[in-house]
């Protein structure tokens, strides 16, 4: 019996050594090549890069993950117990792995054969499993799972492991983390989410898009305040927190991701360019950089709404162009127009369909959302029809514009007797055009709109758009004229004129704006205020073309500009961005200019990496104020025009709006001064000017370089954009005067004739002169046929057209002449 005895135990002992040794064999051949989790330690996750505006705003993001990485200390306590009661209450008393919870899992997959297998998996398991191993469902995996875990729970404290797991769990919709989710779901920070918030987002691990509340509100309901539940049961909140909380309802904002600020989709989608260029995709998509911009939220929202006003006004010129699309109303157009997308970009404005008419003249609409609404006469009396680019015939009735069936853009009615359920026709223009603003000081872009809305065209026409400036070129032409020895009353004949363009070509002959009409001599101020192409072309091709050219590369117009004749009147392409910039060295006193979008980049530990001010302040650094001098920076633009030159320019544009085609701008009552421009057959149309402190820049046109229409100039289609821009941007601003450097003489002369007046004389203007060239000091061209007489040397940062290197200071000499071009 003994030996029998002995037999047995001998077995047994033999069965469970073999056992125990084949355990182990097995759980060194499954985890011999385990990842290192010491790599753990240096994890920087992916992280979404941040735009700001200059102000602080949250303006874009971009990633490929949305992911904000908050360290534990910055968790609120009712986001970690949520996650805590939700996936791993014994998180802080078990080894990496739950022993107990793993003996549950058991037995409860052996009693329901028929269910999922449940996991029990710990949070460390969780963090192994996200960071070190993949997804897959195998025993294998499982088993170097729960060694890692047991190794990591050996590494690291538990609050180093809930950070990572807090900051790396997959929560829906692309959010990666609770910060993310937080922003995401709710539109909040973590520390402002309420209890319910916090249990919602701890429902999500197991399956977020199954508690997804915009697909399946009740079940992310019974989820959340399950996790409420375990939330009391674990001791965290009392019954009454549970029983409030219940009672909170789930709504959740969803706030975008991209531009998060509305209508700055073009602003944020040049900044990714931006940064893609000089950091490349990663460090865009998961470095997690903080980027302050130069947007000025207020002035976007100015320049977005001017803009698309402007491009309406022109819209409604030129009359209705139909329906977006016909539904056929026998059959099930409900869902038809409910799978109709929304692609005006505005988010005002709403997809109908008409569905018939009311005995009060009123088109009776439907909306893709469900409800109903009238369109009144007065809502599209504008809508007539458009007939070769011209009005038809008023609008009588609804009928004349809409028919059952069709499919329209619609906008709820506002203001001063306007009812409610009524609503205006609206139509997305086939025009286009793009603003803006740069402080000239700076190089700032505070402001920018590539078009009528981002969700209707993705074309940034401010910065990507290559068109003919027109006559927003000739301030350059009139520039290089005084650098050449003229002034504002120099007389210039405004007469045909005629050159050749070289063998076997025509001659070459300008006409103005008014064809046929000639002033004879005119001052180069009167010219500019009328905007006269004749003069213009004169006056370049007497000073030459080179001096021309070399004043636009200088300011930056083009880098290289072809020297023929008729690019004095703007017919070389150029963008927005470059010719409003170049505009701003007038009224910045001739400094170069570079334009920026953005002022600053900090790395994912806030180091500053990128500074685009590169000046050093020594001063700005001390602790405290001892009635010390307020620190300056000193001034490191270069020179690339002559300051007294770039303020003849500024009062002579001024002119341009208190006398000249800009007139319409003058009701803004502040001083301002800048240039219409329309290119050849009206396919362009412009206004760029600026205020002492802000330079804006406005250009409408079709892309397809169709003719915007006879009589669609400057003056008509972009000046009021610039206008009423201008009118809201400066409403709190004094009407500070435009600074006059030193070394100019100012006299009294007739604003028309430039003749020499008292001071005080109606009509009568002060003129700016450089010394020695005001009326009464005998000054006539022909005295300066000294090359060295009155030059001024400005500096370049680009080979100019000579050939000369860059950095290389240019003296532009006057030329000599009689005194007036004939």
């Known amino acids: 019996m003994k030996t029998v005895r002995n037999v047995v135990l001998g077995g047994i002992a033999a069965v469970t050594l073999t056992g125990a040794l084949t355990a182990a064999a097995v759980v060194y051949w499954v985890t011999r090549d385990l990842p290192s989790y010491e790599t753990l330690a240096h994890y920087e996750p992916p992280i979404t890069t941040r735009v700001y505006g ?18 534990i200390e910055a968790v609120p306590d009712q986001v970690k117990q949520a996650f805590l009661s939700a996936e791993d209450k014994n998180f802080y008393n078990h080894p990496g792995i739950d022993v107990l919870g793993i003996l549950r899992a058991v037995v409860t997959d052996v009693l329901n054969p028929d269910q999922r297998a449940q996991g029990a998996s710990t949070i460390t398991q969780q963090v192994a499993r996200n960071f070190l191993l993949s997804s897959e469902r195998t025993f294998s995996r499982k088993i170097r799972e729960m060694v890692l875990a047991m190794r990591i729970d050996s590494t690291f404290s538990k609050d180093k492991i809930l950070e990572l797991y807090l900051n790396e769990i997959f929560l829906g919709e692309n959010s990666y983390g609770v910060a993310a989710a937080a922003t995401v779901y709710f539109g909040k920070s973590l520390n402002e989410l309420t209890l319910a918030q916090a249990a919602f987002i701890a429902a999500l691990p197991k399956a977020p898009s199954n508690y997804n509340p915009r697909r399946n509100l009740d079940a992310a309901v019974a989820r959340r305040n399950y996790v409420l539940g375990q939330m009391r049961e674990n001791g965290y909140i009392t019954a009454e927190d549970v029983q409030t909380a219940q009672a909170e309802q789930l709504i959740g904002s969803n706030r975008p991701f991209g531009a998060v600020v509305a209508d700055a989709d073009y602003f944020v989608e040049e900044v990714r360019r931006v940064l893609f260029t000089q950091y490349g995709e990663k460090a865009l998509y998961d470095g997690g950089l903080q980027v302050r911009s130069t947007l000025d939220t207020r002035l976007q929202d100015i320049a977005v709404r001017n803009l698309r006003r402007g491009l309406i006004a022109y819209d409604h010129r030129h009359g209705w162009r139909g329906a977006v699309k016909k539904l056929y109303m026998n059959g099930d157009w409900a869902a038809e127009l409910k799978a109709t997308p929304n692609r005006s970009g505005v988010s005002s404005w709403r997809v109908a369909v008409v569905t018939g008419y009311t005995p009060k003249n009123e088109a009776e609409i439907a909306l893709r959302e469900g409800d ?16 070769n680019n011209r009005l038809g015939p008023e609008v009588k009735r609804p009928a004349d514009v809409v028919k059952p069936g069709d499919v329209v853009y619609v906008e709820a009615l506002a203001g001063e007797g306007a009812q409610a359920g009524t609503f205006g026709l609206r139509q997305v223009p086939a025009v286009n055009g793009a603003i803006v603003a740069i402080d000239p000081f700076t190089g700032h872009i505070v402001a920018l709109s590539g078009g009528f809305s981002y969700g209707s065209s993705q074309f940034d026409r401010a910065m990507q758009a290559m068109r003919q400036p027109g006559s927003t070129f000739k301030p350059f032409v009139y520039a290089a004229a005084l650098d050449h020895g003229y002034t504002p009353v120099t007389r210039v004949l405004d007469a045909p004129f005629a050159v050749e363009q070289g063998p076997f070509l025509p001659l070459w002959s300008p006409e103005n704006y008014e064809a046929g009409e000639y002033l004879g001599l005119t001052t180069l101020r009167r010219g500019m205020e009328l905007s006269r192409n004749v003069m213009t072309a004169r006056l370049a091709h007497t000073i030459g073309m080179d001096a021309v050219a070399e004043t636009a590369e200088r300011m930056g117009v083009y880098e290289k500009m072809p020297r023929f004749l008729s690019n004095s009147l703007g017919s070389e392409v150029t963008s927005l961005l470059k ?14 200019l570079e334009p920026t979008l953005i002022d600053r980049v900090q790395d994912r530990f806030g180091k500053t990496i990128y500074r685009f001010d590169k000046r050093e302040c020594k001063e700005c650094s001390q602790a405290e104020w001892k009635g010390q001098e307020e620190p300056l920076l000193e001034e490191n633009k270069p020179q690339v025009v002559d300051p007294r030159t770039a303020y003849q320019m500024v009062s002579i544009m001024e002119g341009v709006v208190q006398r000249g085609t800009g007139v319409t701008i003058r009701s803004v009552g502040k001083p301002l001064a800048g240039k219409t421009g329309t290119s050849s057959d009206y396919r362009d149309a412009w206004f760029i000017g600026f205020s002492p402190d802000l330079a804006v820049g406005v250009y409408i046109g079709y892309d397809d370089f169709r003719s915007l229409g006879t009589g669609e100039a400057g003056a008509l289609a972009a000046a009021p954009i610039f206008r009423e821009f201008m009118r809201e941007a400066l409403a709190d601003k004094p009407a500070t005067p435009f600074r006059i450097p030193q070394g100019l003489v100012m006299a009294a002369v007739d604003s028309r004739s430039g003749v020499s007046v008292p001071e005080g004389t109606p009509g009568s203007i002060l003129e700016s002169f450089k010394p020695g060239t005001e009326p009464g000091s005998g000054f006539a061209l022909s005295d300066l046929d000294d090359p ?35």
């Open 54 to 71: 200059g102000s602080g705003t949250l303006i874009g993001e971009y990633a490929r993950e949305r992911r904000l990485f908050v360290p």
């Open 372 to 387: 109903k609404g009238l369109l009144p006469l007065s809502g599209l009396a504008w809508a007539r029809p458009s007939i």
């Open 579 to 592: 010719i409003t910039a170049a505009y701003a060295e007038f009224v910045n006193g001739g400094r170069k």
């Open 788 to 822: 060295g007489a009155r030059s001024f040397t400005v500096q370049t940062g680009g080979a100019t057209a000579s050939g000369a290197a860059p950095g290389t200071p240019i003296t532009t000499t006057v030329g000599s002449g009689t005194g007036g071009l004939y």
